[in-house]
């Protein structure tokens, strides 16, 4: 198959209450590091993670469409992959009204990346 590379954002609730929307790209290469935007769209030169400004939670993972060769994330802390933190893109694709439920906490300062597989 040919790779198809998506869109996506992440959506992180701070401690004092602020939303972190982050833009992420998935090249759709299995066993690469997705990349990181905050600031616009991310591409396949944007950063491989993005690095919490507080204690935050993953609420919520919005993919625009499916891959041909990947079938989801496992999200990362300083490197390390995070055991239960695998998102499948089936379960969060943009065009669904009702998402899976995530709640994935992370401290200030940490390196938030993802490994496609």
């Known amino acids: 198959m040919s790779a198809t590379p998506q869109n996506g954002t992440l959506t992180f609730i701070g401690k004092s209450g602020r939303i972190y929307n ?3 790209y998935i090249s759709d290469v299995a066993g690469s ?3 990181f935007n905050a600031s616009g769209s ?17 609420i919520d993972y ?15 802390q300083d ?5 239960g ?15 899976t439920a ?6 200030a300062g940490a390196l938030i ?3 496609q597989f």
């Open 22 to 24: 982050v833009d992420i």
């Open 33 to 35: 590091q997705a990349t």
């Open 42 to 58: 991310a591409g396949a030169s944007s950063l491989a993670y993005w690095r919490s400004p507080e204690d935050v939670s993953l």
């Open 62 to 76: 919005a993919m625009v469409t499916g891959t041909a060769d990947t079938k989801g994330i496992v999200l990362s």
């Open 79 to 83: 490197g390390a992959t995070r055991n």
């Open 85 to 99: 933190a695998v998102l499948r893109y089936a379960n969060f694709l943009n065009s669904l009204n009702k998402r």
């Open 102 to 107: 995530v709640n994935v906490n992370f401290p």
């Open 113 to 115: 990346g993802a490994i």
